[in-house]
Structure formats: structure tokens, C-alpha cells
């Protein structure tokens, strides 16, 4: 009896002097809309910067990689580091082609709806240049086409219900039209085709790498699943190969 009279007191007065709770951090998922526009300014700054580095690598990661090797798989990782970089050239020629792809889209639309040729031109060069950050380039295209729309001085639209009045709004639907085929289209076909992934394969890798983690995963789903595979199916058959497994 004594013994519980004494949990009784202790627990009692634990609970009586508990310390308050302490507050809880802010939840990562609830980030404001600087925070956001941060986060996305940062990938789009370090995505380039991570693509020349590895794109001017002279051999210094190839050479550290085979130096820890033993030298019975000196030859299967050397033929497996091969085709890894054939994968990243692959990526970096579907880029190219979706660049082009989406900066003459954006031309011929801004000609259509009344922006002078000289000025379509310009904004599709800008557009394709801008676009080797995924998805850097619609929005660099709605900035200048904008830009155009409220400082420019002439249109000469091919449609004829547009004028001075609408032709900002024309100019934001035709740029939403080559986002829309650049997402739905050149991505998919000639990104995915480039490094020989289905379109679906593609879709699913980057709305699943947005979900997970958030415009980085975006950025990196397809070079990464690109990588993944090259690297999956070269080191199977160069170890069945070798007879190593």
C-alpha cells in the first residue's frame, strides 16, 4: 500500500511540474510564396552549373572511379562508365532538340498573333537559349512577350481579331499554347526518344519527382531515371559478360 501511495505522489507531481510543450517547428511542407520562388531560383541556378561541370570534366571522375577498382573489374566498369556518358550525351541531345523545338514554336506563334518578325525571332532565340533549364524558357518567353505586348509600338497579326486592345492576351494564349506542347509533346517524344524512354516513362518520372521532391525532383527526374537505366542495363551485361554473375 505504501508503495502505491508513493507511485500515486510521484506521478502526481510529474505531471504537475511537466514543463510546457514546446513549440513545434513549422512544417516544411508550409512554405511561403518567397520561400517557394527561392527554392525555385535555386535549382534553376544550380542545375546549369551541375551540367557544365560534369559536361567539362576531362576525365578526373572516370579516373577516381577505376582507381578504387580491383582489376578484375577494371574492363566491365570501364565499358559501363562508357555507356553513363553516352546517357548524359544522349540527355544533353534531347535538350538541344527540345530547345529548338520550343523557341521556334514560340516564333511562329508570336508571328501569327501580331509581334513583328524581327521580335518573334528574338524571343525565340531567347526562349531556346533559356530553355536548357527545364522549363526556364516558357517562362523567359512570357516575360519578353510581355514585355513587347505593353512597350512595343507595332503588330501585324495574321489573325484578324486581334488588335490593340486584346493583343496581350493573344500574345499570353500563344505562349500558353508552346508551354503546353512543350510539356505535352517535345518533352515526352523528343527528350524522351533522345535518351530512349517511353513518353509515358517520362510523364510519370516527372510528375512523380515533383511530388516527392518538389521542382529539384522536376529538374532531375528524367537525366536521373536516364542514368539509372544506362546504368542498370550496361552493369548486367557486362557482369554476365565477365561471368561474374
Same mark, same amino acid.
Given at each position: 500500500? =505504501?508503495?502505491?501511495?508513493? &507511485?500515486?505522489?510521484?506521478?502526481?507531481?510529474?505531471?504537475?511540474?511537466?514543463? #510546457?510543450?514546446?513549440?513545434?517547428?513549422?512544417? #516544411?511542407?508550409?512554405?511561403? /510564396?518567397?520561400?517557394?520562388?527561392?527554392?525555385?531560383?535555386?535549382?534553376?541556378?544550380?542545375?546549369?552549373?551541375?551540367?557544365?561541370?560534369?559536361?567539362?570534366?576531362?576525365?578526373?571522375? =572516370?579516373?577516381? %572511379?577505376?582507381?578504387?577498382?580491383?582489376?578484375?573489374?577494371?574492363? #566491365?566498369?570501364?565499358?559501363?562508365?562508357?555507356?553513363?556518358?553516352?546517357?548524359?550525351?544522349?540527355?544533353?541531345?534531347?535538350?538541344? +532538340?527540345?530547345?529548338?523545338?520550343?523557341? !521556334? $514554336?514560340?516564333?511562329?506563334? !508570336?508571328?501569327?498573333?501580331?509581334?513583328?518578325?524581327?521580335?518573334?525571332?528574338?524571343?525565340?532565340?531567347? $526562349?531556346?537559349?533559356?530553355?536548357?533549364?527545364?522549363?526556364?524558357?516558357?517562362?523567359?518567353?512570357?516575360?519578353?512577350?510581355?514585355?513587347?505586348?505593353?512597350?512595343?509600338?507595332?503588330?501585324?497579326?495574321?489573325?484578324?481579331?486581334?488588335?490593340?486592345?486584346?493583343?496581350?492576351?493573344?500574345?499570353? @494564349? &500563344?505562349?500558353?499554347?508552346?508551354?503546353? !506542347?512543350?510539356?505535352?509533346?517535345?518533352? /515526352?517524344?523528343?527528350?524522351?526518344?533522345?535518351?530512349? !524512354?517511353? /513518353? %509515358?516513362?517520362?510523364?510519370?518520372?516527372?510528375?512523380?519527382?515533383?511530388?516527392?521532391?518538389?521542382? &529539384?525532383?522536376?529538374? +532531375?527526374?528524367? #537525366?536521373?531515371?536516364?542514368?539509372?537505366?544506362? %546504368?542498370?542495363?550496361?552493369?548486367?551485361?557486362? %557482369? =554476365? @559478360?565477365?561471368? +561474374?554473375?
Amino acid at each position: 500500500m =505504501k508503495l502505491r501511495a508513493h &507511485a500515486a505522489n510521484y506521478a502526481g507531481g510529474g505531471v504537475g511540474t511537466a514543463p #510546457p510543450p514546446t513549440a513545434q517547428a513549422p512544417s #516544411p511542407a508550409r512554405q511561403t /510564396p518567397l520561400a517557394m520562388v527561392g527554392h525555385i531560383l535555386s535549382a534553376w541556378g544550380v542545375a546549369p552549373l551541375v551540367f557544365l561541370f560534369v559536361l567539362r570534366d576531362t576525365g578526373e571522375i =572516370k579516373r577516381g %572511379l577505376l582507381s578504387v577498382l580491383p582489376n578484375r573489374l577494371f574492363e #566491365p566498369a570501364l565499358t559501363i562508365l562508357a555507356d553513363l556518358d553516352r546517357a548524359v550525351g544522349d540527355f544533353v541531345r534531347g535538350i538541344f +532538340l527540345e530547345c529548338v523545338a520550343l523557341g !521556334l $514554336t514560340v516564333m511562329v506563334l !508570336l508571328a501569327v498573333v501580331g509581334v513583328p518578325p524581327r521580335w518573334a525571332m528574338a524571343i525565340g532565340i531567347f $526562349t531556346a537559349a533559356t530553355n536548357v533549364v527545364p522549363y526556364m524558357g516558357s517562362g523567359a518567353a512570357l516575360v519578353a512577350g510581355l514585355a513587347y505586348a505593353f512597350l512595343g509600338d507595332e503588330i501585324h497579326p495574321f489573325l484578324p481579331m486581334v488588335n490593340a486592345g486584346n493583343f496581350a492576351w493573344w500574345v499570353i @494564349a &500563344a505562349l500558353g499554347v508552346a508551354a503546353l !506542347l512543350d510539356n505535352v509533346v517535345y518533352e /515526352p517524344l523528343l527528350l524522351g526518344g533522345a535518351v530512349q !524512354l517511353h /513518353p %509515358l516513362v517520362v510523364v510519370i518520372g516527372i510528375v512523380g519527382g515533383g511530388i516527392l521532391f518538389d521542382f &529539384a525532383g522536376v529538374l +532531375l527526374a528524367v #537525366p536521373i531515371i536516364a542514368v539509372c537505366r544506362a %546504368l542498370a542495363s550496361s552493369s548486367l551485361r557486362q %557482369l =554476365k @559478360a565477365y561471368g +561474374l554473375i
